[in-house]
């Protein structure tokens, strides 16, 4: 059990869940041409949430004494779990994750893509060890690295299919995927300031940079209000530009998206204290969660 909580297991689940729910609430229901099969999907589904929890286990490894003061009560690394046998099942992890990668993208006829989880592996290994200091480049990186998450699955399943005779059709699914990695990147962007405001003070000592040290606890919640408003009106947009004639989407997204988003920021403009930061990471990972289950009912928009 120690060892699912070092790489995240419901993070991990969460990551499966949205690919799946790309590819058989997404792709499926329309009968589009895709490129990978039940097993070779399965297969890109584990190399992404191989490198994923590698990246969790190097960002732990990293972050122990930032950790004892953040959450020393989830501490791992030196207490239950050796930092050796850490290091060795992050490298295990990643072997695998990019030789599945490997395998995949040459199985589609696109070998460069191998490419992408060696860029992966890398980046997260970047971000625990340095970027994550820096002012603002690790909240955007790991975000990034979010909506990619999703993106892969578009990637690997859906580009190599494309003909001329389909590219339309091809072109309109893909565009959803990107709308929800953006999605995606924005949430978890919002969450990342957020969770620097409830981590202030181990950040602090453990020297890094975070947008709550450069500017304050009061301005930057300010901020995350701020972007929050913003974020409630892109999903009000994007509702009244693509699905005003959908009914039963509409009223998903305005209860399921847009009714916590406006509790968050009405949470945000008054929050001061590390359980209230708490409280608005997780209600932002919730609205994450419930933004792409819409995935689900998306055929409705297109039938």
């Known amino acids: 059990m120690k060892y699912l909580h070092l790489i995240r297991y419901q993070n991990l689940i969460f990551i499966a869940l949205v690919q799946f729910f790309i590819k058989y609430g997404l792709f499926h229901p329309f009968g589009i041409e895709i490129t990978l099969n039940g097993f070779g999907f399965s297969l890109l589904v584990v190399a992404t949430l191989c490198i994923a929890a590698a990246g ?20 791992l690394i030196g207490k239950t779990i ?53 002012l603002l480049v690790g909240n955007l990186l790991i975000s990034a690295l979010v909506a990619m998450s999703i993106i892969v699955v578009a990637l690997f399943d859906l580009l190599p299919a494309v003909t001329p005779e389909n590219q339309a059709t091809q072109s309109t699914i893909f565009s959803i995927v990107l709308d929800y990695a953006l999605f995606a990147f924005s949430i978890n962007f919002l969450r990342e300031i957020v969770k620097d405001l409830q981590d202030i003070n181990g ?24 972007l929050g408003a913003l974020l409630v009106m892109g999903v009000v947009f994007y509702m009244y530009e693509y699905l005003y004639k959908q009914q039963v989407l509409l009223l998903y997204f305005l209860f399921a998206i847009v009714a916590p988003l406006l509790f968050f920021c009405i949470k945000a403009w008054s929050a001061e204290t590390k359980k209230e930061y708490g409280f608005l990471s997780t209600l932002l990972k919730i609205v994450m969660f419930t933004g792409i289950c819409s995935l689900l009912l998306f055929q409705i928009a297109l039938l």
């Open 203 to 226: 950040d602090k000592k453990g020297g890094l940079n975070t947008l709550a040290i450069a500017l304050g606890r009061k301005r930057t919640t300010t901020i995350t209000f701020i």
């Open 82 to 134: 050796t930092e050796k046998s850490a290091n060795n099942l992050f490298i295990i992890l990643n072997v695998i994750g990019v030789a599945i990668g490997f395998y995949l993208a040459n199985i589609i006829g696109r070998p460069g893509f191998s490419a992408l989880f060696i860029a992966f592996s890398a980046l997260l290994y970047l971000y625990a060890s340095y970027l994550k200091g820096m």
């Open 56 to 75: 969790n286990i190097i960002n732990d490894i990293y972050d122990v004494e930032i950790d004892k003061i953040n959450k020393p009560e989830k501490v």
